[in-house]
C-alpha cells in the first residue's frame, strides 16, 4: 500500500478530514461554563471563610469547601469550554479554602484541647 492510499483510507476513516483536530475559539467557549465556575467557586468560597463555635462545628465550612473543590474539577472537566483565567481562580478558590478550613479545624482542636485541661484540673 502506497503512502497516499494510507491517507485517503485514514481520509475517509476518520469522518472526511486528515487535519488535526483545531483548538476551541474564544468565541466558541460557553460564558454559562464560566460564570457557573466562577459563581460556584465565589459561593464555596465565601461559605468557606465563615466562622465556626465549639457548639456548632464546621459542616458549613467543609461544605463551602467541597463546592470550590468542585468547581476546580468542573473548570478542569471543562477546559474547552472555561478560560484559563477562570480555571486558575476555581483552584486558587479551592486551595484558599481547603486552608482556610484545615486551619479552622486545627483551632478548633487547640480550643478542645484547652476547655478539656480546665477542666481535668479539678
Same mark, same amino acid.
Given at each position: 500500500?502506497?503512502?497516499? @492510499?494510507?491517507?485517503? $483510507?485514514?481520509?475517509?476513516?476518520? &469522518?472526511?478530514?486528515?487535519?488535526?483536530?483545531?483548538? #476551541?475559539?474564544?468565541?466558541?467557549?460557553?460564558?454559562?461554563?464560566?460564570?457557573? *465556575?466562577?459563581?460556584?467557586?465565589?459561593?464555596?468560597?465565601?461559605?468557606?471563610?465563615?466562622?465556626?463555635?465549639?457548639?456548632?462545628?464546621?459542616?458549613?465550612?467543609?461544605? &463551602?469547601?467541597?463546592?470550590? *473543590?468542585?468547581? &476546580?474539577?468542573?473548570?478542569? #472537566?471543562?477546559?474547552?469550554?472555561?478560560?484559563?483565567?477562570?480555571? #486558575?481562580?476555581? *483552584?486558587?478558590?479551592?486551595? *484558599?479554602?481547603? &486552608?482556610?478550613?484545615?486551619?479552622?479545624?486545627?483551632?478548633?482542636? $487547640?480550643?478542645?484541647?484547652?476547655?478539656? @485541661?480546665?477542666?481535668?484540673?479539678?
Amino acid at each position: 500500500m502506497t503512502l497516499a @492510499n494510507k491517507a485517503a $483510507d485514514r481520509h475517509w476513516a476518520d &469522518g472526511g478530514s486528515t487535519q488535526p483536530a483545531r483548538r #476551541v475559539a474564544a468565541a466558541e467557549r460557553s460564558p454559562v461554563a464560566t460564570v457557573a *465556575v466562577i459563581a460556584a467557586s465565589a459561593i464555596g468560597l465565601i461559605m468557606a471563610m465563615q466562622s465556626a463555635s465549639l457548639l456548632t462545628g464546621t459542616s458549613t465550612q467543609w461544605t &463551602g469547601a467541597a463546592i470550590c *473543590v468542585a468547581a &476546580g474539577v468542573g473548570a478542569y #472537566v471543562l477546559r474547552s469550554s472555561v478560560p484559563r483565567a477562570a480555571r #486558575v481562580i476555581a *483552584v486558587l478558590a479551592a486551595i *484558599v479554602a481547603l &486552608g482556610s478550613v484545615a486551619y479552622l479545624e486545627s483551632q478548633m482542636a $487547640d480550643k478542645r484541647e484547652e476547655i478539656g @485541661n480546665l477542666f481535668s484540673t479539678y
